[in-house]
């Protein structure tokens, strides 16, 4: 029986880190669902890092979102990938998205957070608290007062809970939660 992975993502989210996931997903043979706030064609952005003090955004693809956050069922699914850019500052202010990201924790099911990605766990913070994980630096603030620790790492793992610096690190990454699905 096929795995299922739940992406969850809105505009503004950076090209990379829901595309290269969503492909690699595909590619192991799990169905895989891009959930965002509606069920409509979502923006990208590309965010590199240039000579400038923090990152520069550009306009990237645009990506089909298959279920809006009212349609997901989370307890269907294997894994959830949670991608950055600037999707999580609003995402998390979802009424759905606590309810979907709440059973994945629970159920100790792999979930993978890139980037900004980190900030979008607010609707749990409960469950949150007293774990570690990393996100791109200026998140750091965020994750902490998650109550979570911050962890320099640009990949690190909390059991279930699988944390990434940016896009470049998402080899690394999909290894672990691939190699994590795999044994739920």
Known sequence: MSKKILIVAGDAVEALEVYYPYYR?????????????????????????EAWETYTEKKGYGLAATLSF???DPNQYDGLIIPGGRAPEYIRLHPDYGRILRPFFENNK???????GGISLAPVKDLIQGRSMTAYTACKPDIEALGATYVENHVHVDGNLIS?????????????????VEKS
């Open 70 to 72: 009212a349609e997901v």
């Open 110 to 116: 792999p979930i993978m957070v890139v980037c900004h």
């Open 25 to 49: 997903c595909l590619e192991q043979g799990y169905e895989t669902d891009i959930a965002a706030p509606t069920k409509k064609t979502i923006h990208t952005v590309v965010h590199d890092f």
């Open 164 to 180: 990434g610096h940016a896009w470049n690190n998402l080899p690394d990454l999909m290894r672990e939660f691939i190699q994590q």
